[in-house]
């Protein structure tokens, strides 16, 4: 599969896997699948609780990844399109838009959208590495799509 426009692979998704700097095994990655939404601004945003090993791994340090691939595509997820997105994490504070835009995305997160310690992060970019197919892989920067 070719990925013609990558934004619009990456706002077709609902998943991808954020890796984050392990405090509790340090020098590893730590890697968990999170649910993300596209903010009015072009950032991912990811809705995570203040209680969660990646949101104390984002506290001491900011420098994250998420991969975003196609899970439909089963036949050979390896040779599928797939993004990873290098980025900073910022907690936002900024949650109007946001609820609304994830409750739109994730509607049967409206519970959990209520729960307290619960906060928005914005990841922003930094670099995104494109895997369209077999021998198909570039980077790009941020300021190359329309998210």
Not at 74 to 98: F, H, M, W, Y
């Amino acid at each position: 599969m070719t990925i013609l426009d990558p934004a619009q692979f990456i706002r077709d998704q609902f998943y991808g896997v954020l890796s984050t700097h392990s405090l509790s095994e340090a020098g590893y990655p730590f890697g968990s699948v999170t649910p993300y939404i596209i903010s009015d601004n072009g950032d991912i945003a990811i809705f995570i609780s203040h209680l969660a090993e990646h949101t104390h791994n984002i506290q001491a340090n900011p420098k994250v990844s998420l991969t975003i691939f196609d899970p439909t595509d089963v036949d050979n997820p390896s040779a599928g399109a797939r993004v990873t997105c290098l980025a900073n994490a910022e907690l936002t504070k900024d949650e109007i838009q946001l609820r609304k835009h994830y409750l739109e995305k994730f509607p049967a997160a409206s519970m959990i959208l209520e729960l307290p310690g619960f906060n928005f992060y914005l990841l922003k970019l930094s670099k995104i590495r494109l895997v369209a197919g077999f021998g198909q892989v570039k980077w790009l920067e941020p300021t190359s799509l329309d998210l």
